[in-house]
């Protein structure tokens, strides 16, 4: 039960159809949504780059891609052993510099082909999770994860809505036309920042927001922000360190998600899965039955159908197990 005044939800400006291409890019609340949309079988790619939380970071690798530009060798660096970047999270590392390089590259190819796909529409959602950043003194450029070097080797930062606003227009010039952008800021809160600079942080994050989608009519804000802090407030929605959103909190934001986004064939699709995933998830205390193995085959049956109603999704997994768990 909810004890606030509903967060008024926008009105999309395109709809996701079962086979909508959806990039999400940005801080781990892009990684939680990106999770349910591919355990709902969407065309998604979550976080390539791993998850980035400043806005400039963020702008630049999707730039990287979209131009097919190599990674900025300046930012390479060798920490313990691990070679990581400096624009990227620490997900990225390799004990070869020419192989993280070659993995990055990769992965920009990747985003490059994902971004400019032959699609009605593709969406790109950014979500943001800190105006502050850390400058690299040595080459004077933003980064987007410090990788645990030293602290004098960074200038600390804020952001302002005006620098986060000209560099997203800068992106908007060079996105396909056929991308909308939807710009949503993370409600996690970064702690190590004190909590009144965190404030300082979201609120800026979030004029900015603002300022894009006035200065861009094809650009969306998804009020994620506003749903945890507003319509969540209760500490009963957060997981034990209190910061970030729990299990039923996302499940929450993602209902809100469908019903601004989701066509009706999309609702559709993920009702029918939905309902194959639960049924999946039954487990037999008595598998070699007749009653349990004639549930399997019916299962087998709908997901053969789910299939052929669906062709560009890949359900074959799933048909395999249910197939090797029929025994006569």
Known sequence: MLFHTPVELPTAHATIYPDTPLLLIGSCFSDEIGGLLAMNKLNV???????????????????????????DNQLFVNRKELWLHFGLHSDFSELDKDVLAQKI???????????????????????????????????????????????QAFTKELLSVATIVENYLKL?????????????????????????LNSVSKAVLRLACHEIVEKCPNVLYFPAYEIV???LRDYRFYA???????EQAIE???????????????????????????QLAHQS???????????????????????????????????TRVKNQILF
């Open 252 to 278: 929450y934001v993602f209902k809100q998600f469908e019903k601004v986004f989701f066509a009706p064939e999309t609702q559709q699709f993920v009702t029918q899965w939905g309902q194959l995933r639960q």
């Open 229 to 231: 802090t507003d319509e």
């Open 285 to 319: 205390f008595h598998p070699t039955t007749t009653e349990h193995q004639q549930f399997l085959k019916n299962l087998l049956q709908k997901l053969t159908t789910l299939q052929k109603e669906y062709p560009y999704k890949d359900f074959s997994a799933e048909i």
């Open 172 to 196: 908007a010039e060079i996105l396909p036309e056929n991308v909308k952008t939807v710009l949503t800021v993370s409600p996690v809160r970064h702690t190590k920042d004190t909590l009144p």
């Open 45 to 71: 790619l979550a976080n390539p780059f791993g998850v980035l939380f400043n806005p400039l970071s963020i702008f630049d690798i999707v730039e990287k891609a979209i131009l097919q530009q190599n990674i």
């Open 105 to 151: 590259q990769t992965q920009l190819a990747q985003v490059h082909h994902f971004l400019t796909q032959k699609q009605p529409t593709i969406y790109l959602f950014i979500t943001f999770g800190t105006a502050w950043v850390y400058r690299h003194q040595a080459t004077g450029q933003f980064v987007a994860n410090c990788h645990k070097m030293p602290a």
């Open 240 to 246: 034990k360190d209190l910061i970030h959103p729990n």
